[in-house]
C-alpha cells in the first residue's frame, strides 16, 4: 500500500482501514497487552539487569509502534484522497513502522522469546497461557486476522 500511495495510486482509505483495525485491535490490544500486563512483568521480576534493560527496549518499542498507529488513523479519511504533502507524511509514518516493527520483532526472537524460554518454569508458562486466552476471548481469532491479511497481501502484491 504505501508503494502505491508513494508512486501516486488512488488513496486505499478501506484498505487501510483494514489494516489499522488489524494493528490496533491484535498487535496492540491482544499481542503487546499480553505482553505488557504479563510476560514482560514475569521476566523482569525473575530477571537480572540486562533482562530488565531487554523489558524497557521492548516497552519502548511498543510504545513508539502505538504511536506510529494513531499517526497512521490520521491519514485515513473515507472521503477524501490525500494531498502530495500528506502522501509523503503517509508514506514515512507507514516505512517508520514497518522498520521498527522489524526490528522489534527480530529482537523478540533473537533475545525476548529465548530468555523467557530460560527463565520462566513450565508450570508458570501454562498460567500465562491461560491469561493469554483470557484476553483473546471475545475477540477476532488469529485465524480471522491472517485470512484478512492475507486477503489485503493478495490485493497489493
Not at 9 to 14: C, E, M, R, S
Not at 45 to 62: M, N
Not at 106 to 120: G, Q, S, V
Amino acid at each position: 500500500m504505501t508503494d502505491a500511495v508513494a508512486s501516486g495510486a488512488p488513496f486505499p482509505g478501506d484498505d487501510l482501514a483494514a489494516l489499522i483495525r488489524f494493528l490496533r485491535e491484535c498487535a496492540e490490544h491482544q499481542h503487546h497487552r499480553k505482553e505488557e500486563s504479563m510476560l514482560l512483568v514475569t521476566l523482569a521480576a525473575r530477571g537480572d539487569d540486562d533482562a530488565a534493560e531487554g523489558v524497557g527496549e521492548l516497552l519502548r518499542d511498543h510504545e513508539e509502534t502505538r504511536e506510529l498507529v494513531y499517526m497512521l488513523t490520521l491519514f485515513w479519511d473515507p472521503t477524501h484522497d490525500l494531498p502530495e504533502d500528506g502522501r509523503a507524511a503517509f508514506t514515512q509514518v507507514a516505512r517508520t513502522y514497518c522498520d521498527r516493527i522489524e526490528r522489534h520483532m527480530a529482537h523478540e526472537e533473537a533475545n525476548f522469546f529465548p530468555l523467557a524460554e530460560r527463565m520462566i518454569p513450565g508450570d508458570e508458562k501454562l498460567d500465562l497461557m491461560r491469561e493469554f486466552d483470557a484476553i483473546d476471548h471475545d475477540r477476532p481469532s488469529v485465524a480471522h486476522w491472517a485470512a484478512e491479511l492475507d486477503r489485503l497481501q493478495t490485493r497489493w502484491s
